[in-house]
């Protein structure tokens, strides 16, 4: 069984910084594509940021500039490090990642349980 496992959220006033991590343990051949999605209370959930196993990053327009993305391949973790909060970042913030667990048998995804972000002051 494979466990993805977010770690850092909390209470942050506008302005603050947070630094979220994603742990992947179990059975893990290799880990592919990564990424942090967050949801708001009533709304749809929406990528952040996401990051591939040779290290390319993308963002949402939204968080350009003040989020920023990385992963450590050899300890199977993903950091998303936040900078500049604004209210609007307040949501569960959730890891998602392809995992082979077998080098027979195709990836699929794997979610973490989320982490709560508030930005409130």
């Known amino acids: 069984q494979v466990q993805l496992v977010e770690s850092g959220g909390g209470l942050v006033q506008p302005g603050g910084s947070l630094r979220l991590s994603c742990a992947a343990s179990?059975?893990?051949?290799?880990?592919?594509?990564m990424g942090w999605y967050r949801q708001a209370p009533g709304k749809q959930r929406e990528l952040v940021a996401s990051?591939?196993?040779?290290?390319?990053?993308n963002y949402r327009d939204s968080v350009k500039g003040r989020f920023t993305i990385s992963r450590d391949n050899a300890v199977n973790t993903m950091i998303l490090q936040m900078d500049s909060l604004k209210p609007e970042d307040t949501a569960v913030y959730s890891c998602n990642a392809q995992i082979k667990t077998t080098a027979w048998t195709p990836p699929r995804d794997y979610w973490g349980q989320g982490t709560q972000v508030t930005v409130s002051s």
């Open positions: 990051i591939t196993s040779g290290g390319s990053t």
């Open positions: 179990g059975r893990i051949f290799r880990l592919n594509d």
